[in-house]
């Protein structure tokens, strides 16, 4: 009966603990805008300069590849919801374009040549979203990637 009721006690104890972990995650998952976008503001700070300090949305770059392989730099973005841009440096000797397209949202950047950016902006619910590159060949040669929107 000792040993049962020491059990009983250790089990409560790990109940409460894992119950206050959760509740914690729960409150941060669920907490206020300002803290969802301190927290994503993190990842896209770096590269995107302060851009996204307003309204949500974001400003990510990515890079086809240099050498001319059918890819870019990054196969996976996230950004906040709101006006997402994507703007593609293209360093390769191939042309290349950047587009955004799921959930009835397709915004296709200009093609552009070496040393130029292709852009893509378009204004994102939560959600998950293709980026690809539009050249015909290419998305299915490996230039593709996935935007999450959150
Ligand atoms: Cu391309």
């Not at 996204?52 to 392989?69: C, M, T, V, Y």
């Not at 196969?75 to 593609?88: E, N, P, Q, R």
Request: glycine fraction near 16%; include cysteine.
């Amino acid at each position: 009966m000792r040993r049962l009721t020491l059990l009983v006690v250790v089990a409560a104890l790990a109940l409460a603990g894992c119950g206050g972990d959760d509740s914690e995650s729960t409150a941060q998952s669920t907490s206020t805008p300002t803290e969802t976008a301190t927290a994503t503001a993190d990842t896209g700070g770096a590269s995107s300069g302060g851009g996204a300090s307003s309204g949500g949305g974001e400003d990510l770059k990515i890079a086809a590849d240099p050498g001319g392989a059918l890819k870019f730099d990054k196969s996976d973005l996230t950004a906040k919801a709101g006006k997402v841009t994507i703007t593609m440096d293209n360093p390769s000797d191939l042309p290349h374009a950047v587009e955004i397209e799921g959930n009835g949202v397709e915004e296709e950047g200009e093609t552009v040549n070496k040393g130029g950016k292709s852009v893509a902006s378009a204004d994102l619910k939560p959600g998950k979203y293709e980026f690809y590159c539009p050249v015909p060949g290419h998305k299915a040669g490996g230039m593709t990637g996935t935007l999450t929107v959150q």
